[in-house]
């Protein structure tokens, strides 16, 4: 995975504190000062930039942030403090709060991460909320999709890159009795093999369908489910084949038409960034014919474009 290309850090985390103290003195906040220190450190700069702040001002950054900005670039910012498996257990549990539920999010990032992602989350969602992953799942949920996402964050997969060729083979085989050779679908067999297989295993499997009946899985998934459902499978297919294009797909579809999907844009940016932008930006370039960073310019406007692009990166 590549990781974040940050510029060499020539402050510490405690410069950092009293230059962010500074932004926030005096008549509004110096939201350059704040994007130009926080867009540019990474998990565990950010993490001891907070607590310098909190030892040196007896105050929570995070409050302080609260204070001083708003609008999209509050959510950005903020969402941007936390590591990867804490903005993690956020996003999913925000999505499943009963004052906004949001399935489609909640799936996209449980789908879209590796079987470790899922442990820290999990146990970060229970440290944070004091309350199990499963049991919000339990609650919102419903039918295969509740079935499909309960699977897939109780089993722990093999995450390495081995496969074994019969085992792929059968599972193809498999897929397609469940499927497109019957009347009907059976749901059971597609939850089995998407939950329990790994991301080497399914990427196999699809290969290995598409060669048998001249067909792709992906339009498989799509002709016999539908809905979240639907969704939450093809977001396992896609991350285990290559997350990068998924990501690349879901940022170009919250762009696309008139107005934009922030809450979407903000997600996978602040998500991503840390883990694996560099190839969706090359992903969405090799698509769309036009660079992530000139979608996201074009879409956007002051502070909170000004941050979007610092954590892009330049376009290269």
Not at 299 to 305: H, V
């Amino acid at each position: 995975m590549a990781t974040l290309s940050i510029p060499p850090v020539l402050t510490t985390p405690r410069d950092d504190a009293m230059h962010l103290y500074k932004a926030f003195k005096g008549f509004g906040c110096d939201k350059a000062a704040v994007i130009n220190i926080l867009a540019h450190r990474d998990a565990t700069q950010r993490a001891l930039i907070q607590q310098e702040y909190r030892t040196m001002y007896s105050e929570d950054l995070t409050k302080r942030l609260v204070k001083e900005l708003s609008g999209k670039l509050e959510k950005a910012i903020l969402l941007w403090m936390y590591d990867p498996a804490g903005r993690d257990a956020i996003l999913v549990r925000q999505a499943l709060s009963a004052d906004s539920i949001d399935l489609r999010a909640a799936t996209e990032v449980i789908c879209s991460r590796t079987p470790s992602q899922i442990v820290h989350l999990k146990q970060l969602y229970h440290s944070m909320n004091g309350i199990y992953l499963e049991h919000d799942i339990e609650l919102h949920a419903s039918g295969d999709h509740k079935k499909l996402l309960l699977a897939y964050v109780t089993t722990m997969r093999y995450e390495g890159p081995e496969v074994d060729r019969a085992s792929v083979d059968h599972d193809a085989k498999a897929l397609y009795k469940a499927g497109e050779k019957k009347l009907g679908t059976d749901e059971k067999t597609f939850i089995r093999i998407f939950s329990e297989r790994s991301r080497a295993h399914l990427a196999a499997v699809s290969s290995a369908y598409h060669s048998m009946y001249s067909r792709k899985l992906k339009k498989a998934v799509k002709s016999e489910t539908s809905g979240l459902f639907e969704f939450a499978l093809l977001t396992i297919l896609q991350c285990a084949e290559n997350p990068a294009t998924y990501f690349a797909k879901e940022l170009h579809k919250a762009m696309k038409g008139l107005g934009t999907n922030d809450t979407t844009l903000i997600r996978i940016v602040a998500t991503r960034t840390e883990i694996d932008m560099q190839y969706i930006k090359a992903e969405y370039q090799k698509k769309h014919k036009k660079s992530l960073n000139d979608a996201v310019h074009s879409e956007t406007s002051g502070d909170y474009r000004t941050f979007l692009l610092s954590l892009l990166g330049p376009a290269h």
